[in-house]
């Protein structure tokens, strides 16, 4: 079957069919065009969002200072000087900052050393609830019941110890109590070689005789 058009309705069929293609062509163009701009501005959005929280995330990641570079837990090691071993420690959890203007060892949950004489043998004993080692300064700072033990069996007890590996001696400002065999000796300030065995008291305070202490657990407090 054949359709047949006059002139003026196939010039109206014509015109109509270019405005409907041009529709078309603008719709499609809009969409385009839109759509890019909605994905611009999603992301200039998610840059800014980003810029804000960039400093602060810089600043955190190079903050090292505040970061232990190696964390270790349970461990028990040895530490050996000119190729002989001369303590042991163990502890529950070790943090090293390598980074800090001053680096050291932190030792937050306590701490037990075994320090060893020429042939091996343990001649002293310290235990404490928190330890820090300064490495370049090789100083160890003792805090919380701290406790040690000599070859004599005296014992010594105090909250805060300072050894300074160097110097190889040990000191203290605070009260100390050392409990012998027949007597207990308290005093302020301590010092004393690193086997424990030659010390001396600052300011001594008292003498007892241990019978008299016998039920005294007590620790000294500052």
């Keep these: 079957m054949k359709i047949l058009l006059a002139d003026n309705q196939f010039r109206r069929f014509i015109m109509l069919f270019a405005r409907i293609v041009k529709a078309i062509s603008l719709n499609n163009i809009f969409n385009r065009y839109a759509t890019t701009a909605f994905t611009v501005v999603v992301v200039l959005l998610l840059i800014v969002g980003c810029s804000k929280d960039k400093p602060d995330t810089i600043a955190a990641i190079a ?22 071993t001369r303590y042991r420690i163990s502890s529950p959890q070790w943090n090293v900052y390598d980074k800090a203007n001053q680096p050291y060892w932190e030792f937050p949950d306590g701490i037990h050393f075994e320090k060893f004489d020429l042939n091996l043998k343990v001649d002293a004993n310290i235990h404490a609830q928190y330890a820090r080692f300064n490495e370049n ?5 003792l805090k919380g019941k701290v406790k040690s033990t000599n070859l004599q069996g005296e014992l010594f007890e105090t909250e805060q110890l300072f050894w300074n590996q160097r110097e190889e001696r040990f000191y203290s400002d605070s009260l100390i109590k050392i409990t012998q065999k027949s007597h207990i000796i308290t005093g302020i300030g301590f010092e004393s070689n690193q086997s424990m065995t030659r010390y001396l008291i600052r300011k001594p305070q008292g003498i007892f005789p241990v019978e008299e202490n016998a039920k005294d657990d007590n620790s000294p407090t500052e």
């Design 63 to 84: 903050d090292r200072s505040t970061l232990p570079r190696l964390h270790a837990s349970e461990i028990t090691t040895v530490i050996s000087d000119s190729g002989i």
């Design 137 to 141: 300064e090789q100083v160890w700072e």
